[in-house]
């Protein structure tokens, strides 16, 4: 089934949170700083206030107590700070907002903001972790005393035992640039008022998040405002965070009592939404002599930017997944959180996951390189086996263990292996001396990842007309919600398609939904619909054997019919049971096991030319296991952008601050994202199914499961070809630009 949200976005009938032009709409534009760290001396607006259609200029003393900052959820061991919501007495990073204009037109405001003088006494600055790594003592804020966020350490098993005695052991430094989230969208707000309360649309993942955080900082009731995303150009993680922008766009309406509308520009939206990576990763990994893993140990740096924001969970995630498909008996890992003066970080496609995966994966080449085995031999002696699924990892994740479902990660490996010509490619290498031109490479990574969190709710409403409509929480920007709800309500409630429809991205749906992140869509949203599909099903046949004088159990459910059991003559359609008024069911999904874990293997075959530094993707096989699929082709295009992401990251992407903290990839121009070009090479997706232990209907996540393994695959295909022209090249940076690649052959 394609996509039921498709005609209308392609066809140019999308409605985003910029599209709401209610009457009386004013608009709103901020003032930002042009420096990463100064005192903020004073803030002259008068000329401002002066020009025409200016409508009202706030400052942060003009903002409520309640509503001057937000705070953030962090990990245990990470010092709060929360963000401002406009600076007073000192800016941060470049783009944090230090007044607010409203005005009659976008261009009114814009002008406006030009016009405000913000004295500004500059400080020393650290804008790259590498800087703050060297001066551990640099006040990213002032009064404080080092650049230390906090830290947190993740451990399992015994590793002294691990490495005492070790016959192998290999050592690697790693670096992951920072990245942008760079969605088709900025991110935009339009707030009007409704009554006493607000409704809102907003470019987010979370609108419930919304929801709760303007009532919680402007004292609403959470019936009073209702928060809408209705159509999201791209999301991807960073609009999963709650912004300053959207607390003032509410409070602007609230407060003139007339719609405001927020439309960020692309150099605005790129300074002020949270960036994710930015880590550096030093890790040492034990070995039996024959490749088996005792171990792995080590530091991570993280650059969690000039406020907390959600970036301190991201090594959590990291660390979990270096145990990617692997028996790890042992792990321990240090993760440090430093402050600089940059934007915040977060969770970008993957929240980590890549990170983590890339550090294992060029780990266990390293040592196959070591040990002079095949990279392939080494993980199918490390892979764990279908028959120890459920498997323990021994990994601690709150008040359990992490397990691994299900899954048969052997033959994920054997059909990538068989796809991408892999023994042809070895062969090939073997039989060739390089002369100097392009030298072709092949790469492999496997994966596991964890998908799905938390909760869910769903409604589903029954009307005597036929119709049966799905109420989720979840917020789609492209994943096919609408589409994937539609089909687990036809099937499980036994209704035909044409005849249900959903609803979603609203918070009158549902009392509370989470937000959409961490591949969880399909499994908590799938499975909350399920349970409510079917009990609205088992009270449909409980009337229907009443009518036919049937037991319901000798009744079956069909395209919306009632019918005996061998007898479809003694039938009853389903919609003349329901009441005029209609009837809700609502269920609640809470899942036995904390998470479904998706695995794959992927592998790249490229070609690099040393005299550019070019990397040409020649072919790319994606085996993928994400569970039962609702949906086949959708799993396969989310496995599509993923790779787009993930090549993304392994070639291209880099937010690039300098050591002083001037930004340097504002736009498009200075921050390069994939194109048609780039993805134009052969790509394979393999699809395996096992079914998840960890939810009744079986299903895993897959937003995120084609781009977690893709930084590693090209990066072990692109160390591949260059060890041929120089035996000892490393490649240990993302992204592999050319300027990286000329160094390691250098």
């Not at 009938?13 to 709401?20: F, H, M, N």
Request: charged share 20%; proline share 6%; with cysteine.
């Amino acid at each position: 089934m394609r996509r039921r949200e498709d005609p209308q976005l392609i066809t140019g009938r999308g409605r985003y949170a910029a599209d709401i032009h209610p009457e009386g709409l004013v608009h709103l534009a901020f003032v930002r700083s042009s420096q990463p760290h100064a005192k903020l001396l004073s803030i002259d607006a008068e000329a401002a206030r002066a020009l025409p259609g200016v409508v009202a200029v706030w400052t942060a003393a003009d903002l409520p107590e309640g509503a001057r900052s937000l705070p953030d959820w962090l990990p245990r061991g990470v010092t709060p700070r929360p963000r401002p919501i406009l600076s007073q007495g000192e800016v941060n990073y470049v783009g944090e907002a230090i007044a607010a204009i409203v005005a009659e037109t976008p261009y009114q405001a814009a002008d406006a903001a030009e016009a405000v003088f913000a004295d500004l006494a500059p400080l020393p600055a650290v804008g790259t972790l590498e800087a703050a790594l060297r001066s551990g003592a640099a006040q990213v804020h002032e009064g404080t005393e080092t650049n230390a966020a906090g830290g947190y350490e993740r451990a399992a098993g015994d590793i002294e035992a691990a490495f005492t005695g070790s016959p192998v052991t290999v050592k690697e430094r790693f670096r992951v640039a920072r990245i942008a989230g760079a969605a088709m969208e900025p991110r935009a707000v339009t707030a009007m008022p409704n009554g006493d309360g607000l409704r809102i649309w907003t470019s987010t993942q979370h609108t419930y998040g919304v929801r709760d955080r303007v009532c919680d900082l402007l004292g609403l009731e959470k019936a009073g405002v209702e928060v809408l995303a209705e159509d999201v150009g791209g999301g991807f993680g960073p609009k999963a965070q709650v912004y300053p922008e959207e607390i003032l766009t509410a409070l602007a309406a609230l407060r003139l009592q007339r719609p405001v509308s927020w439309v960020a520009t692309r150099s605005e939206d790129t300074a002020t939404t949270v960036h994710a990576h930015g880590t550096i990763f030093e890790v040492e990994l034990a070995a039996e002599s024959d490749g088996r893993l005792r171990g792995l140990r080590g530091q991570v740096w993280h650059d969690v930017g000039a406020y907390p924001a959600s970036g301190p969970a991201q090594p959590g995630l990291m660390i979990a997944h270096l145990l990617s498909a692997y028996r790890l008996p042992a792990l321990k890992v240090q993760a440090t959180l430093v402050h600089t003066n940059t934007a915040s970080t977060g969770f970008v496609r993957g929240g980590g996951r890549p990170v983590g995966n890339f550090v294992i994966e060029r780990m266990l080449d390293r040592l196959a390189r070591k040990l002079a085995l095949d990279p392939a031999e080494v993980r199918r002696r490390n892979l764990v086996p279908a028959d120890q699924m459920p498997f323990d990892t021994g990994y601690p994740a709150g008040r359990q263990n992490v397990v691994y479902d299900s899954g048969d990660y052997q033959r994920l490996l054997d059909q990538t292996l068989t796809a991408i010509g892999y023994a042809e490619v070895r062969e090939a290498q073997a039989s060739s001396q390089p002369t100097g031109g392009r030298l072709r490479g092949v790469g492999i990574a496997c994966c596991v990842e964890s998908s799905g969190f938390g909760s869910e709710t769903a409604r589903v409403r029954l009307d005597a007309d036929g119709t049966a409509t799905a109420f989720i929480g979840s917020t789609p920007q492209g994943q096919g919600h609408l589409t994937t709800a539609a089909q687990v309500l036809a099937e499980r409630l036994g209704w035909p398609l044409d005849r249900v429809r959903v609803v979603a991205g609203d918070t009158r749906a549902v009392d509370h939904g989470e937000m959409t992140a961490g591949s969880r869509t399909a499994v908590q949203v799938g499975n909350a619909t399920s349970l409510a599909a079917r009990t609205a099903r088992r009270w449909l046949l409980e009337r229907a054997g009443e009518r036919l004088e049937a037991d319901p159990a000798d009744l079956v459910l069909e395209e919306g019919v009632a019918s005996v059991k061998g007898a479809p003559q003694s039938s009853v359609q389903a919609a003349e049971l329901v009441p005029a008024t209609g009837l809700d069911f609502v269920e609640h999904f809470e899942p036995p096991l904390p998470n479904a874990y998706s695995s794959g293997c992927h592998a790249a075959v490229v070609d690099v030319d040393p005299e550019t530094g070019s990397v040409d993707v020649v072919r790319y096989v994606i085996a993928h296991d994400t569970g039962k699929p609702i949906n086949p082709l959708l799993v396969e295009g989310q496995m599509h952008g993923g790779y787009a992401h993930g090549l993304g990251y392994a070639l291209f992407e880099e937010a690039i601050y300098q050591p002083d903290g001037a930004f340097q990839s504002t736009s498009f121009l200075d921050y390069t994202i994939v194109s048609a070009a780039e993805v134009s090479s052969e790509l394979q997706v393999l699809p395996l199914e096992t079914p998840s232990r960890a939810n009744e209907e079986g299903f895993k996540g897959a937003g995120e499961s084609g781009t977690v393994p893709v930084p590693a695959a090209i990066a072990n295909a692109v160390e591949d070809a260059v060890r041929q022209l120089r035996p000892d090249a490393a490649i240990t940076e993302l992204p592999i630009t050319p300027a990286r690649l000329f160094e390691a052959l250098a």
